[in-house]
């Protein structure tokens, strides 16, 4: 009797972890907009990494899959370099990307003697990354809280709506942005002018900045794709067509993780994800779509310079002194705030230029965002000066 009823209970156990498997493959087109929306925390935090090489035949591989999210050997504009290895048990020709070797303890990328490129492991006849270095390992790309651009479209449409909504609401006066180029509504009086003094008899805090992850994701998505001509058009009274792309690099760190780090190879995933390359007049860099049809954003026209961007920002800083009484200290962000430590990062050619200069852009904002935050004692105000 008890055997009998063992029975279907392995079978209904089988059946129920099949079901999960098959939950685990869905494409972000495949995923219910609900069933996104609850599996999100208060952060939007989650866990996409992807596993292995994925090397696809040479038809390539759907752009839209999750696999091969590795760290890898890039051009300048962000195109991977593939390794073509002929499979002669099918006659056919595969590629695969070449994992850069990181330093399991520091996770700082192995350049090569030049300093002009970063080593990459071998692989073997199958594509598979041959790790016999005890020092060095292949290192997925960290997403944290932007797995949430493997959020459905209509999720994605109904947060650009919500960020919409703030920043043309009636009571707004203008459009800013804050330390790190969040997108900013100024509603009544600049809060910045008001408190910068710190005087509480004309406090006021309404403000809003736009600081949902979905809401910056989708503010990405509308800039990368549409600048000021589309939902977002009304910016231009506030922002000149030169500022999309930096505009668009704080709305990522928005919606990053405000203790990880940006990426040339998260932006170039990410963009191949969420972009609309197929309907928007988005331009394209130079041999995009690569062998496996992934489409790569055109930087070569971006430009980024940290000191010129933060070296005339300054936050206030509350101290205190020996006899336990206050004052403030005005420091720039440019002094101020830890930046990344550059090998850690992924810099093709010039770190000010391109991709590369577009993912330290995003970078350095995600640090100021990280450094302001960590302290209530920290205040940011345009109108500080030292």
Known sequence: ?????IIPMLVLAMAFFCQCEKDDLLSPADASSSSFEKSLDGNGNGNGNGNGNGGNG?????????????????????????????????GTTDYYILPIKVNISTNELLRTPSQMSYVTFELNEEGEVIDDDPLYDPKEVEFGRLNVVRAPQKVIDKSLAAAVTTLTDIDVTAIRTDASGRLTAIIHNEDWIVNYDNDPTNDEADDKIIDSPLENVAIYQELMGNGFTGVLSFLNQYFSNNDVLMLAAGALAGGADKTGKMIVDEVAYMNDWLLKFDTDNIPQANNSPDIKGRRYFDFNSFNYDRYETYSDKY????????????????????????WSNPNVLVSYGNEKHNITGFSNATDDAIRVIEYI?????????????N
Not at 378 to 385: A, H
């Open 58 to 90: 040479g038809n390539g591989g759907s752009s839209g899959t999750y696999g091969d999210l590795l760290i890898c050997s890039r051009t300048a504009d962000g195109i991977p370099i593939y390794e073509e290895i002929f499979n002669e048990e099918h």
């Open 315 to 338: 936050v206030r800083i509350m101290n205190l002194n020996a006899d336990g009484t206050w004052y403030y200290d005005i420091q720039s962000l440019y002094k101020m705030v830890n």
């Open 373 to 385: 935050h960590s302290s209530d004692l920290i205040v940011y105000s345009p109108n500080f000066k």
């Open 1 to 5: 009797m008890l055997k009998k009823a």
